[in-house]
């Protein structure tokens, strides 16, 4: 197994946010965010201490005291977003 990666770093590093082609992303309408709900862990947390990178810790907190509560409500939406993925592979 060849875990080399064959990506242009250096290309995708001087991109711009202009650069990027969002064309395929549906736009975010009301009916979106009427639906959107905002998940917060449970009470029963466990604390553990993990590597990040400096640039994604700094935007978590740039958003203010709630860094952590912020951090951990993203890994819970993207952990129950891969469960429902591998539930849908399953069912299909």
Do not use: C
Request: hydrophobic share 40%.
């Amino acid at each position: 197994m060849n875990n080399t990666s064959r990506t242009d770093w250096s290309r995708i590093d001087a991109m711009t946010d202009d650069d990027i082609d969002t064309s395929d992303i549906p736009p975010l309408t009301d009916e979106f965010f009427s639906k959107a709900k905002l998940k917060k862990p449970s009470s029963s947390l466990a604390t553990v201490a993990i590597r990040i990178d400096f640039e994604t810790l700094a935007w978590f907190q740039s958003k203010g005291e709630e860094a952590e509560q912020h951090m951990a409500a993203a890994l819970a939406i993207y952990a129950e977003a891969q469960k429902n993925a591998a539930n849908a592979r399953q069912s299909a």
